[in-house]
């Protein structure tokens, strides 16, 4: 267990200290509203949905210059997808400063989303032909691009208590309704417990790394999010869940 920590703790701080050139940036939150808009469109005009799946499919696959690797790209992906944009719109990256960098990132639809994010951390750190296995997907497509938050609910994890904490684990957050998956983050240890995630809900939005302290009247988290309400307002709701992937059980 104390490899696949570690192993987990190298990408997280490879998407914490993403380097661009000379320029150390933190990857930014990646947030789908041009695919949304762009699927909704082509449903009110009708386009047969035979060829909304191709568009989406090429979309999916990086194969237009918006929406890279759709929020599930590794660090180095993204590390490469920013030099070609940036290329495709003249622009030199040595003439931003890190903020700037960032902005452009967002602007141009880079970042990682919370699945993504846990897909890529889990991946790195048990293998990810080894991951997929466990994953519970919603189709026999097994792809980066098809990782949602409830890929990792489901047949792929079991509810645990805050009494067996161990690395890797996950903290999945519930809507309103208490059935739909909204949310997923990584418990890691590093002297101590740490939450892990991409999140939208923080400003800056991205990558943010927090201390966790379990507690016998449950968890204190240092993360306080910007936007919504506490994590341990969410507790106490019952709309947290925290799960352990199969494999550690």
């Known amino acids: 267990m104390q490899k696949v920590n570690q192993l987990a703790w190298k990408r997280v701080d490879e998407y914490v200290r993403l380097w661009i050139g000379d320029l150390e940036v933190v990857m930014p939150y990646f947030t789908n509203d ?3 808009e762009f699927g ?3 449903r009110e005009v009708e386009v047969p949905a035979k060829l ?10 990086n194969g237009v210059p918006f929406g890279w690797y759709r929020g599930k790209g590794t660090p180095e992906q993204i590390k490469q997808a920013v030099a070609e944009i940036a290329k495709i719109h003249g622009v030199e990256l040595e003439s931003f400063t890190p903020l700037g960098l960032v902005e452009f990132m967002k602007m141009v639809g880079l970042g990682v989303d919370c ?6 951390v889990l991946g790195s750190a048990v293998g990810e032909e080894n991951l997929k296995q466990v994953l519970d997907w919603e189709s026999e497509e097994q792809e ?3 990782a949602g938050v409830f890929t990792f609910a489901g047949r792929a994890s079991e ?3 805050w009494e067996e904490l161990q690395p890797l684990d996950l903290i999945l957050l519930k809507k309103k309704d208490l059935v739909t998956y909204s949310h997923v983050a990584l418990v890691l240890e590093r002297q101590g417990w740490w939450v892990v995630q991409s999140t ?3 400003v800056p939005m991205g990558v943010t790394v927090d201390r966790l302290k379990p507690t016998s009247r449950g968890p204190v988290f240092d993360f306080k999010p910007s936007r919504g309400e506490s994590w341990e307002e969410l507790w106490k709701q019952d709309r947290m869940e925290l799960r352990r992937l199969k494999p550690f059980c």
């Open 159 to 161: 509810a645990i208590s």
């Open 200 to 202: 939208s809900t923080a």
């Open 144 to 146: 980066v691009y098809k």
């Open 115 to 120: 699945s993504g994010f846990a897909y890529q």
């Open 52 to 61: 909304i799946k191709e568009v989406f499919r090429v979309y999916n696959m």
């Open 40 to 42: 909704k469109i082509m």
């Open 34 to 36: 041009v695919g949304r």
